[in-house]
């Protein structure tokens, strides 16, 4: 595991509320548990049950939303977050969240999002470029000398939104491209809501320089489907239930797909390692990065994931740190990033056993 800990790997795909210390979400469950908001037990059983159906995780983000509301604990977990990445090597994060406006505490999209960058500021006032010591991670004890992590944000559309509000996401994310907002994500239940509803406001934001990426193919929907790759998304999420057709399509569009192994096993939208369509799109050479989607709910790291791709296909060391570093190519920041990033690889190539 070591090795895997100790290459420099890109995270694309992370959603924030996926992505909380399971340590943290106890904590703040039972402080809302002693003030008899929830009940404590109900929740730490949902939380600690490993197994859980594509649909129980949606039930279980709607619970973890019920603890994380407020401004301060936002700002808290974004930073615990970075810091959980930084620690094992993650040189570049695209970080998603769902805007989330709750009237009841004076929270609109705008000051959610504020409270997120509020987050990343906290792990080092360097602006978004983030230098820092992890002080507090004794699992990760070895690597915690001083780490560079460059974050840049995605505004996710959740499924369950209307037009109106996707279009809301995609403003602010305008407004908010100084603050290190990169582009815009589509996710939520895959068996909820339309694409067309969507359609307009994604539309909207590639027309005005947003990249996107789509969760695609998560439940088979092949309409669906071959709409968001004739949309050319700059890259997608999961692509699980495709059809021959659609595998077509995503290699001939060179669609960069974002794979999380562990995720789709635990859901069961792949039944097993074997079958998992990271073996057929490496093989024919189409773009493809290692993600983790929801360390938290899942249970895993994305030094975790590069060892899984080891154990599960055979790739050397080599392969996977190239597999790595081809990452850079797919991120959704500018060139200067990617130049920056390229170096950390370059420098890394020169010491790796
Ligand atoms: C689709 C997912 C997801 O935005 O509150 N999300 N959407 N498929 C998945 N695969 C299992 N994992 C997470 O983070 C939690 C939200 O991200 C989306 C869901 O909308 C979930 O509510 P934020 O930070």
């Known amino acids: 595991m070591e090795w895997w800990l100790s290459i420099p790997k890109v995270e694309l795909h992370a959603h924030l509320n996926g992505s909380i210390r399971n340590s943290t979400l106890l904590e703040l469950a039972r402080e809302l548990g002693e003030k008899g908001t929830i009940v404590f037990s109900d929740f730490e059983?949902?939380?600690?049950?490993?197994?859980?159906t594509?649909?129980?995780?949606?039930?279980?983000f709607d619970l973890i939303h019920v603890v994380t509301t407020d401004h301060k604990t936002i700002t808290r977990i974004t930073k615990e977050v970075v810091e959980d990445f930084a620690a094992?090597?993650?040189v570049y994060l695209e970080l998603r969240t769902t805007p989330k406006r709750n009237d009841s505490i004076g929270?609109?999209?705008?000051?959610?999002?504020?409270?997120?960058v509020d987050g990343l500021r906290?792990?080092?006032s360097s602006n978004l470029d983030i230098n820092f010591s992890c002080d507090d991670l004794e699992k990760f004890s070895k690597y915690q000398t001083k780490k560079k992590i460059i974050v840049r944000l995605l505004l996710s559309i959740d499924r369950r939104e209307s037009t109106a509000s996707a279009m809301e996401t995609v403003n602010l994310a305008l407004e908010m491209k100084d603050m290190g907002v990169v582009g815009i994500d589509l996710s939520?239940?895959?068996?909820?809501?339309?694409?067309?509803t969507f359609f307009p406001a994604l539309k909207f934001a590639k027309e005005q320089g947003l990249?996107?990426?789509?969760h695609c193919g998560e439940v088979p929907n092949s309409v669906e489907i071959q709409a968001m790759l004739d949309f050319l998304p700059g890259r997608i999420g999961h692509a699980c239930c495709f059809q021959d057709e659609e595998w077509r399509k995503l290699k001939s569009y060179k669609i960069p797909v974002e794979i999380c192994l562990t995720s789709n096993i635990r859901t069961e939208t792949i039944s097993s390692m074997d079958v998992h369509h990271f073996a057929d799109l490496y093989k024919e050479n189409h773009p493809i990065v290692l993600c983790t989607d929801d360390s938290g709910v899942f249970s895993t790291i994305l030094s975790n994931e590069y060892a899984l791709v080891s154990s599960a296909f055979g790739l050397g060391k080599m392969e996977l740190f190239e597999l790595a570093r081809k990452g850079v190519d797919f991120i959704f920041a500018g060139n200067e990033v990617k130049?920056?990033?390229?170096?950390?690889y370059e420098s890394a190539a020169r010491t790796l056993d």
Do not use: Q
């Open 188 to 196: 939520g239940n895959p068996t909820v809501g339309e694409w067309e």
């Open 339 to 344: 130049m920056e990033l390229m170096k950390v």
């Open 54 to 60: 594509l649909c129980e995780v949606f039930k279980l």
């Open 107 to 116: 929270m609109s999209k705008r000051s959610y999002m504020e409270a997120v």
């Open 211 to 214: 990249s996107v990426t789509l």
């Open 88 to 90: 094992e090597n993650v």
């Open 45 to 52: 059983h949902v939380i600690r049950k490993n197994d859980r």
């Open 122 to 124: 906290s792990v080092s």
